[in-house]
């Protein structure tokens, strides 16, 4: 390894305190020009970021080297330091950064950003910075990629029981490419740690089975020596740095009160003195007055996945949504050699059905554990990094528990596919807690996330094998029950061979002239044979399956319009669900009929999945006499 071999002299120290203090004087002056900021944890941890950074293998001119070591900042809000230390190693203009910090329209933003170069993941929300590092650190071991993840935290953020996950799962998987680094100053925004909550940082790693070394984290010759030991153990390690809150301006050391509070220009003056360096901030107080929003960015092109997708499976018989994904993602996995596909799972393997996976491709399947915070986090960040990463799970635990997780992943744009089964009052017997009625609500607040939600099986192999060339973020719900295989009005497989499924466009299942039925996932089935007694009486109902509730099909919506009354079916919470994308859609579009929504309009109870239907009139007689009722 690169640095096993590093010999930093005591002269090139001397000129990386130098640039230390330099940084100091820029941390002070964004924070106190954008008048907020967290400048005190910044000047702790400087000194390690920067012989870091002169350490790794890294390119200012091209920060997106594939074989590049990776530097993870989990506790954003040192963005200051990591904005000064990438600047002065010349990844960019760090008057620009001074000068544009927190200011509307900039990348410079207050935590980190990767639209800045040299930063690989958006962290602040503390605790997730461990698990994006073994994402990567993962995703590099499986392609044999030799370089390393250093992951920053701070002493606080230890209180985070998502650490403790990111630390068992590291040590697992044996991802001995991981150093974690904790700035240990011993202050956080309410006080001294030990008061706010106290914690035995080296004994956690221990016993999770980490190397530790501790250091003095302002003692370059000690940084330096940490980082070759670190790299060279055979397992993950901490270096944890006992460290100064504001060190380098004696009026900010050991003092909580600038771990979030920029200094007065007056303070700024004499704090720049300390340091030896000149005090410019008219410049840049000139430099942010001319500023104007660039359109530049630093991502990376995303582009779609060029991988066999093989032929449908096209089911005949009676099965669940979830056997047909583990059966097509298996399926894809067998066609494409070395694919670059990665499954995860959290104790739950064989009712998210990724057993057969594993079986096709195991090294590229993931046992979490029931650690769902951290799971979904190194499957985003791994998912960055040239992989089609599937975090399977129950609805309950894939969408609700983890959405933290998923909006953090969302602004990393990441990759991550998403597949939660059991979602609905078709869980059934596990009762309210499990009973995911809340998906597509809770994940409509992430922008780019698209969910698809199969009608059947036969539509769900389909889905897979759509999802599995494209990037990008999505949520594929299911639930649990077996269901019938939709037909079309002759007795034919509906989503047969032929079918083609085109993201957005809705599916008439059933013609009609009286009124149209919207539905979605796990209820298809029952919409149909509503439809088919509603046609005894006569009465002609156009169904339409919408498995992309998000993006709703205007032509559909037109046509169901004209018969003058629309009504939606879902086993979905009433109030955030496919019925409000319709009204929504609808009103959007100037469309005005007669609207009524049927759904779920409170929280349910244990029993069959049928018994709950009846219970809530979503089961067919009782939406057969509904629907009549209206009409």
């Known amino acids: 390894m690169h640095f096993c071999k590093a010999d930093l002299s005591i002269e090139k120290l001397k000129e990386i305190q130098k640039q230390a203090d330099q940084a100091r004087g820029a941390i ?99 605790g997730q910075g461990l698990s994006a590092g073994c994402g990567f650190a993962l995703a590099s071991k499986l392609k044999k990629i030799h370089n390393h993840t250093f992951v920053l935290m701070g002493d606080g953020e230890q209180q985070k029981g998502q650490l403790s996950e990111a630390r068992r799962f590291a040590i697992k998987y044996r991802l001995k490419n991981i150093t974690a680094f904790v700035d240990y ?201 040239g992989f089609q990463v599937f975090f399977a799970d129950f609805g309950v635990f894939g969408v609700d528990e983890t959405f933290n997780q998923h909006r953090l992943n969302d602004i990393n744009k990441t990759n991550l596919k998403v597949i939660t089964t059991h979602v609905g009052l078709d869980v059934g017997e596990d009762g309210k807690t499990h009973q995911c009625i809340d998906y597509l609500g809770v994940m409509k607040n992430l922008y780019h996330f698209k969910t698809i939600i199969p009608a059947d099986p036969n539509q769900t192999d389909q889905v897979i094998r759509h999802i599995i060339q ?76 919408v498995s992309c509730p998000n993006d709703i099909d205007e032509d559909a919506l037109k046509k169901a319009a004209q018969t003058g009354t629309i009504f939606t079916y879902e086993d979905h919470n009433i109030n955030t669900g496919l019925g409000n994308s319709i009204a929504d859609k609808m009103m959007q579009m100037g469309l005005y009929c007669k609207f009524h929504k049927f759904g779920v309009e409170d929280y349910s109870f244990s029993g069959k999945s049928s018994d709950l239907f009846q219970f809530y009139g979503l089961d067919v007689n009782s939406m057969v006499e509904n629907i009549k009722g209206i009409l």
């Not at 739950?348 to 090294?363: A, D, I, M």
């Not at 029952?526 to 439809?531: F, N, Q, R």
Request: proline letters at 3%; a negative charge; glycine letters at 8%.
């Open 28 to 126: 002070l002056k964004m924070t106190t020009l954008a008048g907020s900021g967290h400048p005190g944890g910044s000047m702790s941890t400087i000194d390690f970021l920067l012989m870091l950074l002169h350490m790794t293998k890294i390119d200012p001119q091209n920060p997106k080297w594939e074989k590049r070591d990776r530097i993870i900042i989990s506790h954003g809000h040192v963005s200051p330091a990591m904005y000064s230390a990438l600047g002065l190693m010349g990844f960019f203009n760090l008057d620009d950064a001074i000068s544009q910090f927190r200011l509307a329209g900039s990348i410079y933003e207050g935590h980190v950003e990767p639209a800045v170069p040299g930063i690989e993941w958006a962290s602040g929300n503390l």
């Open 185 to 385: 100053n011993k202050l956080q925004i309410c006080g001294r740690t030990e008061k706010i909550m106290p914690q035995d940082i080296l004994e956690n790693y221990i016993s999770d089975g980490w190397g530790v070394i501790e250091i003095d984290g302002h003692n370059l010759v000690e940084i330096r020596d940490a980082i070759v030991d670190a790299v060279c153990h055979d397992k993950s390690t901490l270096i944890l740095a006992h460290t100064v809150m504001g060190k380098g301006v004696s009026f900010m050391e050991n003092k909580e009160k600038y771990h979030g509070s920029a200094i007065s220009e007056d303070q700024l003056e004499k704090a720049l003195k300390e340091l030896g360096l000149e005090n410019d901030l008219d410049k840049y107080k000139e430099l942010r007055r001319k500023f104007k929003t660039s359109s530049q960015t630093y991502d990376k092109v995303n582009v779609d996945f060029k991988m066999k997708t093989g032929d449908p499976i096209v089911y005949e018989d009676t099965t669940d949504n979830r056997s047909a994904w583990g059966n097509a993602i298996a399926d894809i996995a067998s066609i494409n050699d070395n694919a670059p596909i990665a499954v995860f799972d959290c104790d739950l393997q064989g009712s998210v059905k990724t057993t057969k996976f594993e079986s096709v491709l195991p090294q590229n399947f993931f046992q979490g554990g029931i650690m769902e915070h951290n799971t979904a986090v190194v499957a985003g960040a791994m998912s960055k990094e």
């Open 470 to 545: 494209k990037y990008g973020n999505f949520l594929i719900p299911m639930g649990r029950s077996n269901l019938e295989i939709i037909k079309d009005k002759k007795g034919n497989i509906f989503f047969d061979k032929d079918y083609n499924f085109k993201y957005g466009k809705a599916d008439l299942l059933r013609d009609g002239k009286d009124c149209a039925l919207f539905v979605m996932g796990t209820l298809t089935g029952k919409a149909v044979e509503i439809a088919e007694k509603l046609l005894g009486e006569n009465i002609y109902i156009q169904v339409w399956n």
